[in-house]
């Protein structure tokens, strides 16, 4: 749990979330086990006793291979089966894989496919939840705010590595009694996280699943309507009435679905800039819903200079971000971005976050 949120402790985050003034944009650093392998631990090193800031929340020894090491989803050379029952596959340390095995990619076999436990399991592995209520309990005597989260492809995409993803459209297209019995047995188990983390009295929860692809979303707005929408709005309606922060993250394009997606509860999206457009990211969210901002790894920071950097970077904090807040600034490094640039990316997030 808490793959996708896990150094979000700054309170400046929960200030930027619910636009309450925060003292600078808050800001965060990701380096995934892959890059362990594939850079210099010396130059990552060094980078990061330059930038303390922004790994502040990171364990001692998050860059040691020896301390760290990748989910067996993320385990190049095993074929690794989730909670599910997919099978999952990867070729990179430290990157989750593929689906190379659907449960029930033939419908004749729903008749005796069991969802997993949620008591017990998250989706990918076994869960223990008297360890979470402990880490819930020590957030909120120390920084005053906690965090609960779904897995990575909580619900569209638990559907599509149940059945793969032409399938699944298909089986929305032609409007399947079997793809609603599964809906329902998908959104249940997802709901046991909702109570469990309203018992917990958790801040915010984060709802963390891809929709989009390059050039728009993996699935039309009607049919994320009819199949993904409702489930959607019964999972986080309950903590929308509770005054609780509703976080959602998908790479891809999805300026589509955004009404949808606040319509569903959503007060902060966590997406890509450049995919989306900083302007339409702007037009779109700002003043109606906090932005979590993914800073591209696709072409700038992979192919530009350290000034094409730098510049993305302000022109996305001058157009966005606001002394209310409703603005984060967050990038995943992968392997392949030249080490100048990585450092690019940490130099502006230090240096743009202040607000003036």
């Known amino acids: 749990m808490l793959r996708l949120l896990a150094h979000m402790r700054d309170p ?69 089966e989730d909670s599910w029952g997919a099978a999952w596959k990867t070729t990179t340390n430290g990157i989750t894989g593929t689906v190379i095995r659907f449960p029930l990619a033939d419908w004749t076999d729903l008749k005796d496919f069991r969802p997993p436990d949620p008591e017990e399991h998250d989706g990918w592995a076994r869960i223990d939840w008297e360890a979470v209520k402990r880490r819930v309990k020590k957030e909120q005597e120390t920084i005053g705010f906690s965090i609960g989260e779904l897995r990575h492809g909580f619900f569209f995409l638990t559907l599509e590595y149940l059945r793969g993803y032409e399938n699944l459209v298909y089986d929305m297209h032609d409007r399947r009694a079997e793809l609603e019995r599964l809906i329902a047995m998908v959104e249940a188990f997802n709901a046991y996280f909702v109570r469990r983390y309203l018992e917990l009295d958790v801040t915010l929860v984060g709802f963390p699943e891809d929709l989009g692809a390059q050039n728009g979303p993996m699935l039309s707005p009607e049919m ?66 906090a932005v979590d901002l993914d800073i591209d790894r696709q072409e700038v920071t992979r192919g530009g200079s350290p000034q094409d950097v730098k510049q993305l970077i302000r022109e996305a904090v001058a157009k966005l971000a606001s002394p209310r807040g409703g603005l984060s600034l967050v990038y995943d490094l992968y392997p392949g971005i030249p080490i100048g640039n990585v450092e690019a990316v940490m130099q502006a997030m230090e240096e743009y976050s202040v607000l003036s």
């Open 12 to 80: 400046d985050f929960l200030k930027a979330y619910t636009f309450s003034g925060p003292a600078r944009i808050p800001a965060r650093f990701e380096i995934n086990y892959a890059c362990l392998e594939a850079y210099d631990l010396q130059e990552l090193r060094g980078l990061v006793s330059r930038h303390p800031q922004l790994f502040k929340d990171h364990e001692p020894g998050f860059l040691d291979p020896r301390q760290r090491r990748p989910a067996p989803w993320q385990t190049e050379g095993i074929e690794y």
């Open 224 to 289: 994320f309507r009819r199949y993904i929408s409702p489930s959607y709005r019964r999972l986080m309606q309950p903590l929308r009435k509770r005054a609780k922060v509703v976080y959602m993250h998908s790479d891809g394009h999805v300026m589509e679905l955004l009404d949808d997606l606040i319509d569903c509860g959503v007060t902060v999206i966590n997406l890509q800039d450049r995919v989306n457009g900083i302007d339409e990211i702007g037009k779109r969210c700002r003043g109606r819903i």
